[in-house]
């Protein structure tokens, strides 16, 4: 087993020498002179250059008992090399063998496995990577051009809690995290992006009006999330996405929460106020970094008083125009107002106890954390590993007790959670793209 250390420093080399670190390039042609007699052009008016400071949680070592978890999840897997969530009609099935592979259970697993740093060409696990991408690369690959799903498979536990488009969005996220990791010159290259594509495309399609894809499932609000997601992790990749998409994306899931005071809707969310609450704390991090990083500049570049705060008034005197100053400066309310209740039992506790959907959400907002940045992010992640340790099953997997019971599923999720500061620099990425979003 390789150390965390090592493991950190081979997923970052990797993710400098496939370019998820840069931003897009940009002609350093110089100008043409103008002819004689021609005027000038007036200059345009351009906002102040986003530097995202490079400030994130060191990765930590992987505890014995998150490795447990690992080492399950692998030996979970099938020879295909997929995963199974599981039939909504049979949940009591509790051994991962005897359940359907399925598109989205397999990517959120295969995920875990990239977030601990295991690739299709290096790790421990890397054989298990490998299975996984091919998995999922055909699964796209035999997939109708049409509609916005990738599977015929139907009644799953993911489908049925998240949504049906639950599939394209997973898979959508892992391809888009994977493509960087995988060299030009190997075969899977081409396949991968290629299946990228596809998935963008489909997903971009199905995207409602609102910026939601909430097409069905108990707590659709989840599904929407993933994808906002999946595009946030496609344009960090250096995939073209559609920018009006992915801000209406990440507006659907700002909107499920007051700015003021943090309080979530749960309309979309099964009636559960955690679901909407972390969807839209994922959904405003970018921004609220964005935001954060510009008046933190400034100030140190004396542009602000020391005593100025992140908010619309203080971005507007920066040059920021007032349309983009309220979304930023709002973001980051919101994102400080949620943050004020991350010690609310009654908000984490979700419904009432554990399924699939109270994991995810707390891995959405270990993911919030590190993009967003602050110095909350410690105390959250000694919170996370001392609350799913204590109700880890004793062969090292993790189980719903309503909705998402597949251990594979909850599983996964809890492990994403507790390894998502390894996953830094990568989620960075995001609120980098998103500045450079703002640049342009």
Same mark, same amino acid.
């Given at each position: ?13 990797g993710? @400098?020498?496939?370019?998820i ?5 940009r ?8 002819e004689?007699?021609a ?7 351009v ?6 400071a ?9 505890r ?9 999840? #692998?030996?979970?897997?099938h ?9 909504h ?17 397999t &990517? ?5 496995l ?11 696990y890397?054989?298990a ?36 488009l ?7 996220q ?14 899977l290259?081409?396949? #991968? ?5 596809k +998935? ?5 399609? &199905?995207q ?24 946030e992790l ?6 073209d996405?559609?920018?009006?998409? @992915?801000? &209406? ?10 700015a ?30 964005v ?12 542009k602000l008083?020391?005593?100025a ?19 930023l ?5 919101q ?6 209740? @991350? ?61 998402i019971?597949?251990?594979?599923? +909850?599983?996964?999720a ?7 500061d ?8 995001i ?10």
């Amino acid at each position: 087993m390789r150390t965390a250390t090592g493991v950190c420093a081979l997923v970052a080399a990797g993710l @400098l020498a496939w370019g998820i670190y840069s931003s897009p390039q940009r002609s350093t042609a110089a100008n043409p002179e103008p002819e004689a007699g021609a005027q000038a052009s007036p200059a345009k008016e351009v906002a102040p250059a986003t530097k995202i400071a490079d400030e994130a949680p060191k990765p930590g070592e992987i505890r014995p008992f998150v490795h447990k978890g690992l080492s399950w999840l #692998v030996e979970a897997q099938h020879p295909d090399g997929g995963w199974g969530g599981g039939s909504h009609a049979n949940q009591q099935e509790r051994d991962p063998h005897k359940v359907q592979t399925d598109p989205a259970t397999t &990517a959120f697993s295969a995920l875990t496995l990239l977030r601990a740093g295991h690739t299709p060409v290096s790790g421990d696990y890397q054989r298990a990577v490998k299975l996984a991408t091919l998995y999922l690369v055909k699964a796209v690959e035999t997939s109708s051009d049409d509609g916005p799903k990738i599977t015929e498979i139907t009644g799953t536990q993911p489908q049925s809690k998240l949504g049906p488009l639950v599939d394209t969005s997973m898979t959508a996220q892992f391809l888009a995290r994977v493509f960087p990791l995988v060299p030009k010159e190997n075969e899977l290259h081409k396949r #991968v992006d290629a299946a990228l594509e596809k +998935c963008l495309k489909k997903l971009q399609i &199905a995207q409602n009006e609102d910026g939601s894809w909430t097409a069905g499932g108990w707590a659709p609000v989840l599904q929407s999330s993933l994808s906002c997601s999946a595009l946030e992790l496609a344009q960090a990749a250096g995939k073209d996405v559609d920018k009006q998409k @992915l801000q &209406a994306a990440r507006q659907y899931q700002k909107s499920n929460v007051s700015a003021a005071t943090g309080a979530a809707s749960a309309t979309d969310a099964a009636g559960v106020e955690l679901y909407s609450f972390a969807g839209a704390q994922r959904g405003n991090a970018a921004e609220a970094r964005v935001a954060d990083d510009l008046v933190k500049n400034a100030k140190a570049e004396g542009k602000l008083s020391p005593d100025a705060e992140v908010s619309e008034e203080s971005l507007q005197k920066l040059g920021i125009s007032q349309d983009r100053a309220r979304t930023l400066g709002g973001a980051a309310m919101q994102n400080s107002a949620q943050i004020a209740r @991350l010690d609310d039992e009654n908000l984490l506790a979700g419904f009432g106890n554990n399924g699939g959907e109270e994991f995810l959400s707390y891995l959405l907002t270990s993911e919030s954390m590190v993009i967003a940045g602050g110095e909350n992010w410690s105390k959250w992640n000694d919170k996370m590993h001392v609350r799913l340790e204590k109700i880890q099953n004793s062969d090292g997997s993790w189980s719903g007790h309503h909705c998402i019971t597949s251990p594979v599923f +909850c599983t996964a999720a809890v492990l994403q959670c507790l390894t998502t500061d390894r996953d830094a620099p990568v989620l960075l990425a995001i609120a980098k793209a998103a500045a450079e979003t703002e640049m342009k």
